[in-house]
Antibody, heavy 121, light 110 residues
Framework: QVHLAQSGPEVQKPGASVTLSCKTS????????IHWVRQAPGQGLEWMGI????????HSAQKFQGRLTMTRDTSTSTVFMELSRLTSEDTAVYYC??????????????WGQGTLVTVSS | NFMLTQPHSVSEPPGKTVTISCTRS????????VQWYQQRPGSAPTIVIY?????PSGVPDRFSGSIDRSSNSASLTISGLLTEDEADYYC?????????FGGGTKLTVL
């Protein structure tokens, strides 16, 4: 079955960068887009960006453009998200999520367990 | 870009029916599908309605979705409420290469 396993919790200082991973299994990796969504403590879901697992093409929400980098490794079926110039407002749980079908606009069907990133001096 | 506005919270007793609204600020609600996600505390979201009114396998038919062009909004209706339905619910849609989530609605069943 489809499974997305995310990397462990991170603690970073303001100004630093963090790289999270999302290792997928149970399906043909290049055929499906993956989103990154975050959730600050006690807050709602916030869409960050999307990566085409086949081509590697990405698109980020305007808010994160310039400091969000998404990549993938097809040999290990893993996607990565790097967020730079961290501030305390980046403290959140970060989720990767795979779309349901091969269309870019299909819903987010399969979610990772989430990774807590804490930004603190 | 557009926003999706949801009520902050709703509350109903077990067995009743609740409807959660999701109003699109600009653009036509019918131009792109609306999804609904359920999130229980400490867990990742799960899909309960996709493409406005479709239920994934495993989601009970107590859950239904609809859109209303006149109010430019979508709705999630849960009938025969169970205590296990208590959770946060988020609507989500898409336009011009942007995926947007509503602010979420906390459903209390008591």
């Amino acid at each position: 079955q489809v499974h997305l396993a995310q990397s462990g919790p991170e603690v970073q200082k303001p100004g630093a960068s963090v790289t999270l991973s999302c290792k997928t299994s149970g399906y043909t990796f290049p055929n499906y887009y993956i989103h990154w969504v975050r959730q600050a403590p006690g807050q709602g879901l916030e869409w960050m960006g999307i990566i085409n697992s086949g081509s590697g093409g990405t698109h980020s929400a305007q808010k994160f453009q310039g400091r969000l980098t998404m990549t993938r490794d097809t040999s290990t079926s893993t996607v990565f998200m790097e967020l730079s110039r961290l501030t305390s407002e980046d403290t959140a749980v970060y989720y990767c999520a795979r779309v349901a079908g091969t269309s870019i606009t299909t819903h987010l069907r399969h979610w990772g367990q989430g990774t807590l990133v804490t930004v603190s001096s | 870009n557009f926003m999706l506005t949801q009520p902050h919270s709703v509350s109903e007793p077990p067995g009743k029916t609740v409807t959660i609204s999701c109003t699109r600020s600009s653009g036509n609600i019918a131009s792109n599908y609306v999804q609904w996600y359920q999130q229980r505390p400490g867990s990742a979201p799960t899909i309960v309605i996709y493409e406005d009114n479709e239920r994934p396998s495993g989601v009970p038919d107590r859950f239904s979705g609809s859109i209303d062009r006149s109010s430019n909004s979508a709705s999630l209706t849960i009938s025969g409420l169970l205590t296990e339905d208590e959770a946060d619910y988020y609507c989500q849609s898409y336009d011009s290469s942007s995926w947007v989530f509503g602010g979420g609605t906390k459903l209390t069943v008591l």
